[in-house]
């Protein structure tokens, strides 16, 4: 006797199940009206005729809400580089690193090496000037020192303008005391009577670095003391002159020659603040077309020197009716600052026509000596002479004199 297919009717058995499952399903879908759903297909959303879909008041505010969340973001405010761009080659040079900016265009008109990273020293303080001034409500508030200020400073050897504890300072005063004479005194008053500590304001420092597009600056004091994580570029730093001189209070400050502060435990009749830029431009002049004769207006700027940093200095011109920046990073002298700005200026201002060939040492203006003074200081050449050393550092003993900024000590 033969066995079965007991496989073959199994299968069978099942077959038909299934078909039976199949056609009771079919049978449900039509009753109820709904249709398979294929796999990763999406389900319509129901007919809206019937419907109102518009947002309620609290829908739209919460919407509203979450996008005042979201910072606009801001436009960069980095330079494009200009079609005649030059490279700045020249042989007295002593810079290590520079840029000329037209603030106009805001385009970079000459430079070298204006994209890597510079140790700013009290250039710094440019940024922290623009800063305390977008920050300050009343001018006329005052900031009352201590010797937890002081004292600090003076262990740093930093330049001072000669505020001492006790002193109560307006705002003011200390914007001009930050920049005439780069005091750390000045900047480290700003930085607690606006943030509470200096801590807090460089954190509303480096949010402005972010705010204005910079991407190759982090600052880690209000000073410009040494750190190993406080750089910037040269192209930074003219992005943040630019910056300042578009803003009328920090414009006023930059351009200032002196200022005389309110009265002082020390001082009453107020420190007389000196801008050590102003002091290191007198006389000089800019000759951009080699007739002897001045072409631009020097308007004011920002000096600084630490020992990793080497003189730095940012200046700003007016020339033919348009503004102009130069940035200088580790000139061998502070002299030496001064005349690579120049130098940069009446070789690659345009129309120039100085260039390291033709450049030629002007001699000094006998004419000159029945000009008044103030025709001196707008620009007639003056025969360069060495500064008096004989002058205080701030950290001198001897209080009874108006404090000099030693010229080597500025951050």
Known sequence: MKNSNRKGGAAVVALLVMIIIVAVSCALMVVTGRKMIKPNESVSSPATADYDTTPTDEETTAEDDLAELIPEPKPSMLPGVSDKYETVNLKDITCEKAILLDSESNEILAGVKYNERIYPASLTKLMTLLVAVENIDD???????????????????????????????????LLYAAILPSGADGTIGLANAIAGNEKNFVKLMNDKVAELGLTDTNFANA?????????????????????????????????????TTNPTKEFKDGIELDSIFHSRFDGYFIDTDQDGSDDAKILGGKTGFTDEAGYTLATVVEYKGKEYITVTTKSDTYFDSVEDSILIFENYLPGAVGTPDDRKEKEPDTDSSDESEEEVNEGTFITLKEKDNSSKSDDDDDSSSRPVPDEDVEA
């Open 223 to 259: 000073s410009g003391l040494h750190h190993k994580q406080h750089y910037t570029t040269a192209q930074d730093i003219a992005v943040i002159t630019k910056a300042c001189m578009e803003n009328k209070t920090c414009r006023k400050v930059l351009c200032t020659k002196t200022w």
């Open 139 to 173: 001018m006329n508030a005052k900031y009352k020192f201590t010797k937890k200020d002081i004292e600090p400073l003076q262990e740093e050897n930093a330049s001072c303008a000669g505020f001492v504890a006790g002193d109560e300072v307006t705002m003011e005063d």
